[in-house]
């Protein structure tokens, strides 16, 4: 398992951006798929965006598409969420997690990851 820790969260207004991190010192990094997860306050954990172990997939939830963009720097051990025109609706917290070669027919199955970070917070006023 590796150990992830999340950054970028914050308080912004709709329509601005906002790029979260997660980073680890793990060097076999570059062998995991790399989610990103959210949960708002009353609601259940829901996947936002994944990107393969070879970076050759991506995936993302619909709610996000053409808004987010998830990347990774396996130089810097990092894998990073880049959102944009955000929305109210996108106030929760937000985790990233870790899938040891994980396949990209399962990048959105919350179950399928076996490290988390502790979260990082995102609030998006009107």
């Known amino acids: 398992q590796l150990r992830l820790v999340e950054s970028g969260g914050g308080l912004v207004q709709a329509g601005d951006s906002l790029r979260l991190s997660c980073a680890t010192s793990?060097?076999?990094?570059?062998?995991?798929?790399m989610g990103w997860f959210r949960q708002a306050p009353g609601k259940e954990r829901e996947f936002v965006a994944a990107?393969?172990?070879?970076?050759?997939?991506?995936l993302y939830t619909d709610s996000v598409k053409g808004r987010f963009t998830i990347s990774r720097d396996n130089a810097k051990n990092t894998v990073y969420l880049q959102m944009n025109s955000l929305k109210p609706e996108d106030t929760a917290v937000y985790f990233c997690?870790?899938?040891?070669?994980?396949?990209?027919?399962?990048?959105?199955?919350?179950?399928?990851?076996?490290?988390w970070g502790q979260g990082t917070q995102v609030t998006v006023s009107s």
């Open positions: 997690a870790a899938d040891r070669f994980g396949s990209a027919a399962t990048m959105s199955e919350a179950r399928r990851y076996d490290s």
């Open positions: 793990d060097r076999t990094f570059n062998t995991y798929t």
């Open positions: 990107i393969s172990w070879g970076a050759s997939s991506t």
